[in-house]
């Protein structure tokens, strides 16, 4: 059976293909597993009808609220839509409509959302730091390693074998001999590829957030001054790293992640907004289900014949 919402007919067949897309099959499956309940075919199909519903009526409602696009807006959404496909801008592809549809839908949706955007107030210094009080363990930074490093260029080398036996043989160095130009600090102004930018300073790790084919080396290096095996770092690049300290940074301050919770905030506030606009058009819409010949347009007297 088909639908007609506000007068707009969904037919069944739309119903149906939308049933089977996977875009709905995923998004039920993930609310199955948010809700705790288990699949169902029947489900998924009240699932999709609800869904349809709520694009319709919000789709309508930004028609009723939002102007009629001017020429060149739909022309520059339409630019836009190809370049985000990969399709070239400035011909006609033969699904042209289909994308100039999407397009119109497209504006009138950005609009509306901003429309309802602005009527939300900006979040208070107030309601931030309730947010941060009650969210204290979303800004706990945790321990956080810091290393130093000598990068060296893979280009340089024959292969990879070449280049870390180098490396080993500048470890051994570094680490047996008392001559001050074997010294660690000396290496990585002498070969690190990297020292005018960094200056040997490896950027601040937290565990679990490097490949880890970097990370499972590198976290063997547990006492300070201790130094790593060649890790390959990149495609191009191979690197020596020395472990130098760790640190707990506790909780982040307020001041520093406050531009982080004002946008939490106001996305809050852009939710529930949303919410509340969307279940107002589903109380004001006038929805029928209507059988399938209803719905795929046909008259009761060309179905007859």
């Known amino acids: 059976m088909g639908l007609i919402i506000n007068g707009e007919i969904i037919s069944d ?4 293909t939308s049933y089977n897309s996977d875009r709905i099959r995923n998004a039920y499956t993930e609310h199955c597993k948010s809700e705790g309940i288990e699949e169902t075919d029947e489900g998924r199909r009240q699932f999709n009808e609800d869904r349809i ?6 789709l309508q409602g930004a028609k009723a609220a939002v102007p009629p696009p001017k020429e060149h807006a739909i022309k520059s959404r339409l630019s836009q839509l190809k370049s985000d496909l990969y399709l070239p801008t400035d011909t006609v592809t033969p699904f042209e409509e289909e994308l100039l549809q999407i397009a119109v839908k497209k504006y009138y949706l950005v609009k509306f959302f901003k429309l309802i955007d602005s009527c939300i107030p900006h979040p208070t210094e107030e309601e931030c730091n309730k947010y941060y009080e009650e969210h204290l363990d979303d800004f706990a930074a945790g321990e956080v390693y810091r290393f130093t490093h000598i ?13 870390t036996v180098d490396l080993l043989n500048l470890k051994a160095r570094i ?4 001559n001050p130009d074997d010294s660690w600090w000396y290496a990585i102004g002498k070969y690190s590829i990297t020292v005018d930018q960094d200056n040997g300073e490896y950027p601040p790790v937290k565990k679990g957030k490097l490949d880890p084919q970097i990370e499972a080396p590198l976290f063997k290096c547990t006492v300070p001054g201790q130094i790593s095996e060649p890790i390959v770092t990149s495609e191009n690049t191979i690197d020596l790293f020395r472990f130098e300290a760790v640190r707990d940074l506790g909780v982040l301050p307020f001041s520093t992640v ?8 106001f996305q809050e506030k852009q939710a529930i907004a949303t919410g509340k606009k969307l279940e107002e058009l589903k109380t004001k819409a006038v929805i029928e289900h209507t059988p399938p010949v209803q719905a ?10």
């Not at 680490?175 to 008392?178: A, I, N, Y």
């Not at 406050?258 to 905030?265: E, G, N, S």
Request: proline residues 2%; hydrophobic residues 30%; aromatic residues 6%.
């Open 151 to 163: 990068c060296f260029s893979l280009d340089n080398y024959e292969s990879q074998t070449e280049a």
């Open 53 to 58: 519903i709520e694009d319709t009526v919000i």
């Open 258 to 265: 406050y531009p982080l919770i004002r946008k939490r905030v």
């Open 175 to 178: 680490e047996s001999s008392q």
């Open 13 to 16: 067949d739309v119903l149906e």
């Open 296 to 305: 795929t347009g046909e008259t009761g007297d060309a179905a007859s014949e």
